[in-house]
Structures are given as structure tokens and as C-alpha cells.
């Protein structure tokens, strides 16, 4: 069982940067870890994603170049590096757990993720 907790969130100018942070408990060094994010009355959107041994990252096209996701599994912890934030980065950011030991592929769907944090709310506005 692995539990998360994020944190970090906060309201920004466009232009600004955030760091979310995401602490771990449990089993999480062996599992692929991803960060979502879901604005009101829309889906659950992939936002993130890395594997089990902090290699290949993977983004959505929305953020590439702007966020950078790592982790550090001697910390359980994981962060997600916003930069350049825009209006439409306004969300509730998740991050979540792969329950697959070792995997290294990144999948894109939340049905994928086992293991799911309360979120952190970001809002970028003027």
C-alpha cells in the first residue's frame, strides 16, 4: 500500500513558476509514478510520468519544455517543476502510483494508477 500527499500548490501570475511536491509512504521506489491534473468540470489529464528508476520522463505536449518531473526514492519524494505557468494550467494536481514493481513503460490513463494523493489546487490567473 502506498499512501501520497501533495503539496505546493498556490495561486501565480501567468509567467510564474510553482514546485509541487509529493511525499510517499509504502512500496514506492519500485513503482513508475506520473502526476495528473483535472480542472473543474473536465477529465483527468496526464500531465507527467516517470519510472520506477527516475528515467525517461514523459510529458504531455501541453507542458513540454515548462514542467519537469523527478523524483529521489531514498526521499520517497517526487516533484513536479512548473514553469511558465499559464491560465490554462489552473487545476487540481494529483500525483499517482503505478502498482506495477519495475515497469518501464509510462502509461497515460488514470485507470493505469493503484495509488492516488488528495490533490494540490493550482490557479494561475492575473
Known amino acids: 500500500q502506498v499512501q501520497l500527499v501533495e503539496s505546493g500548490g498556490g495561486l501565480v501570475l501567468p509567467g510564474d513558476s510553482l514546485r509541487l511536491s509529493c511525499a510517499a509512504s509504502?512500496?514506492?521506489?519500485?513503482?513508475?509514478m506520473a502526476w495528473f491534473r483535472q480542472a473543474p468540470g473536465k477529465e483527468r489529464d496526464f500531465v507527467a510520468g516517470i519510472t520506477w528508476s527516475g528515467l525517461s520522463p514523459s510529458y504531455a505536449d501541453s507542458v513540454k519544455g515548462r514542467f519537469t518531473i523527478s523524483r529521489d526514492n531514498a526521499k520517497n519524494m517526487a516533484w513536479l517543476e512548473m514553469n511558465d505557468l499559464k491560465p490554462d494550467d489552473t487545476a487540481t494536481y494529483y500525483c499517482?502510483?503505478?502498482?506495477?514493481?519495475?515497469?518501464?513503460?509510462?502509461?497515460?490513463?488514470?485507470?493505469?494508477?493503484?495509488?492516488w494523493g488528495q490533490g494540490t489546487q493550482v490557479t494561475v490567473s492575473s
Open positions: 499517482a502510483v503505478r502498482g506495477r514493481s519495475y515497469a518501464n513503460n509510462i502509461r497515460t490513463f488514470p485507470a493505469d494508477y493503484h495509488y
Open positions: 509504502g512500496p514506492f521506489k519500485s513503482f513508475p
